[in-house]
């Protein structure tokens, strides 16, 4: 963040003899830049800024302001209002917007060297930087060929945290065009990075940004191999990004096109600070999801599936468990005629998938072999004579298959479970939330507005939630309301990959005392 230049002398003279105190609690009131001016002046007023500042702090504000600069100014304002060091940021922003410029403007303001992530999603979650109004916001669709109109809805979120008990940098996925994406590096990055500022290999939290154009199911799946379920990742699979690394700050000039082929992927690393001060405060994060799709019809086992790289679609029959006689994709799809749907009528009204169970086996570097089960979810393009069609690849003979729809009052009940188990923690004190939901979801498809927001604002209502609407929200680690003990079944079937959820991630912080 730029610093403006100190206080004159004479300024300084002037209130030299105001009592810690009281220059504690005018300092408090300052926005973060003249903040940043005040912790300059002598050693005397660093002090009181540190025990201004020893605290946590998530900022986080949207506008919905037609203008890119006029916007920025806006969240940029707000979120700067108070005593704050950014240690990391969120800029997501309406792809109506210039990308890049977006981010070469938040960059000016909080400087190269704050690990920062800029992106577009189809919506923004937040409270108005102006009238502090929550709201979700969802934005219209746009593609590179359509002429926006400048009234159109656009609007930017930004988020700012100071957490100085945690270090926090920015990892990317490199790219090339011989190996491809190189998920065994990624891991080994961030566990690297952790292990160098925490002395563990395992990093707190990672949020997750993938390009529009990779396959993140891969990567996470051997993010969710190396790293132990503590870790949480949670974020956005599919979007454009550009990032500023603090140990590579040229990395936000790169342009586009460059930075397009050389980063697959980023993720926002939280990892603990062992050489935090004494007295540091303690942060911890949570996670829930609410799913949003509800499993319909009889357990399928594939017969056979032939994979089209190039369309990353897969062709598929299939018979069900119990059963001989292989089905074609018409067979397949007339079986959900026959299911009582009862809310969910007429059926193809909805988004269809198919959930695959698949059990894999991961490696990575010379660790031991280790074989995982993931409900992998593929959208269902469309049935024939022949076959059925469903867009991804990675489906086998003998993998096993149930249809999923997008429920809304399914979603509706999984929000009311995330709610009460989100209360089970009210008592700690929480510092910020994050909440990456699909852009199937919002207002449209409750028939309401702000549900995905409730679980956290029922319980903590006045603390910064900050999120915004994905074409595929990650989501994993542990639920707030597991089951910890030794008896637990670690084969259980992991889902990293989300479709119609609500994927939530809360910030809490507890004084060295309370330490448990």
Known sequence: METPPPYPPSAVCGISHLGDDLLQNIIGKLP??????????NRSWNAVCARVLSRPVIASALSLNSSLPEAMKEVVGKVLSGPIRPHFAILCICPAFDLDEAH???????????????????????????????SEVMFPYYDDEEV??????????????????????VIPLMYSEEQGHISDK????????????SGYTSPEAIFMFGDSEADMKPVIEKLDYALPEQTIIAGNETCRFRCSRMNNPSSSSLPQSDQAQTYGAVGLVFASNKNAPNGAWKIDFHFAVGAG?????????????????????????????????????EQILD??????????????NYDLYIGVTKRRKYSFGGEKVKALTFLSYHPVQQGDEQYLYVRGLDIKTGDSFRFYLSNPGFALGQCDTVSDNIRRIRHKEMIGGFLFSCCGRGSTFFARPNVDSLPILNNFPSIPLAGMFCGTEIGRGPPIAAHSGPEQDKDLTRTCLHVYSSVYVLMSCSQPSCRP
């Open 32 to 41: 973060a830049q003249s903040f940043a001016s005040a912790a300059c002046v």
């Open 104 to 134: 070469r403007l938040i960059t000016h303001k909080l400087g190269s060297k704050t690990p920062l992530i800029t992106c577009d999603a189809g919506g923004i979650v937040g409270r108005d930087a102006l009238s502090d109004q929550f």
């Open 148 to 169: 926006v109109d400048p009234a159109d809805y656009k609007g930017i979120s930004l988020t700012v945290g100071y957490v100085p008990g945690l270090k926090v940098d």
């Open 186 to 197: 990624f891991v080994m990055d961030i566990r690297d990075y952790s292990a160098s500022v």
């Open 293 to 329: 799709v509800a499993a319909v019809g009889p357990n399928y086992r594939v017969v056979s599936a032939k994979s089209r790289n190039r369309e990353y679609t897969t062709w598929l029959t299939a018979k069900r468990e119990g059963e001989n006689e292989p089905l074609d994709g």
């Open 335 to 348: 079986d959900l005629l026959n299911v009582n749907l009862e809310a969910v009528d007429p059926i193809f």
